[in-house]
């Protein structure tokens, strides 16, 4: 989840230990099974990866699109037909 960036292994980190620390608070102070908060978990950490590759795709196309050179324009395009 950190991809390999010292930042996000520590944001990754930083989600793991709410998630865990969250976990045993909800199990100590309700009635809520275990098994439902790990199933909670899991689905926390499964939408975060989705959301990455929902993001991604197109940020990516974006960000291609404002690097490519504009086009020549025709009229100012020399030839040596017209110097």
């Not at 978990?41 to 993001?55: H, K, R």
């Not at 974006?62 to 490519?68: G, L, N, P, T």
Request: hydrophobic residues 50%; glycine residues 8%; proline residues 8%.
């Amino acid at each position: 989840m950190g991809r390999s960036h010292p930042f996000g292994v520590f944001l990754a980190a930083i989600l793991f230990g709410f998630l865990y620390q969250g976990g045993a608070e909800l199990a100590f102070w309700t009635t809520i099974p275990r098994e439902l908060i790990v199933v909670i978990q899991a689905l926390v950490i499964l939408f975060t990866g989705a959301l990455d590759q929902m993001v991604r795709g197109p940020l990516e196309r974006v960000f291609f699109a404002m690097r490519r050179p504009p086009k020549p324009d025709p009229r100012k395009v020399r030839t040596e037909a017209t110097e």
